[in-house]
């Protein structure tokens, strides 16, 4: 039968090679490659998920940090996974969580497991925000002293 073009991938070194003739794959536009290219991306998921660097970071510092990473601002960010960029600053601000759909596509924008991003963490609370900001508390505050 041969040697195997591509095996399970067993070393950092065999990583990086994998995930470059990836990239060159993809540039090169072929439809004839796509067997090859889901083959090294099946290789390259198994290892993500096996050695995950990113099992510490909450899902909204991990975006955060891929966005530095591929020079991403919020305005890049909204138009990718089709949300607005106030939702967007609500989710990096931690006043929105990820829906399913969200965490769909940004593992599939930056190739990594669903499960990075699909963990809990803590949002900003509601009534902080909304005591926080609202007007409201003032006048409470005025109106309460005009009748003491």
């Known amino acids: 039968m041969g040697d195997l073009k591509y095996t ?45 660097l990113f099992t510490d970071s909450d899902p909204v510092e991990l975006l955060k940090s891929l966005m530095e990473v591929n020079n991403l601002k919020a305005k890049d960010l909204a ?18 969580g990820l829906s399913k759909e969200t965490i769909r596509k940004l593992a599939e924008y930056f190739r990594v497991s669903q499960a990075a991003f699909n963990r809990p963490y803590e949002l900003e ?13 003032n006048n409470k505050r005025k109106q ?3 009748y003491a």
């Open 8 to 52: 399970i991938i067993k070393t950092e070194e065999q990583y990086n090679q994998y995930c470059k003739i990836l990239e060159d794959l993809i540039a090169l536009n072929d439809p004839n490659k796509s067997d090859e290219i889901e083959l090294l991306t099946l290789l390259i998921e198994k290892w993500d998920e096996e050695h995950s």
């Open 79 to 96: 138009e990718i996974i089709g949300l607005t960029k106030g939702t967007v600053s609500k989710i990096l601000n931690y006043k929105k």
């Open 125 to 137: 609370s509601k009534e902080e925000r909304f005591f926080r900001h609202s007007a409201l508390t």
């Open 144 to 146: 309460s002293k005009k």
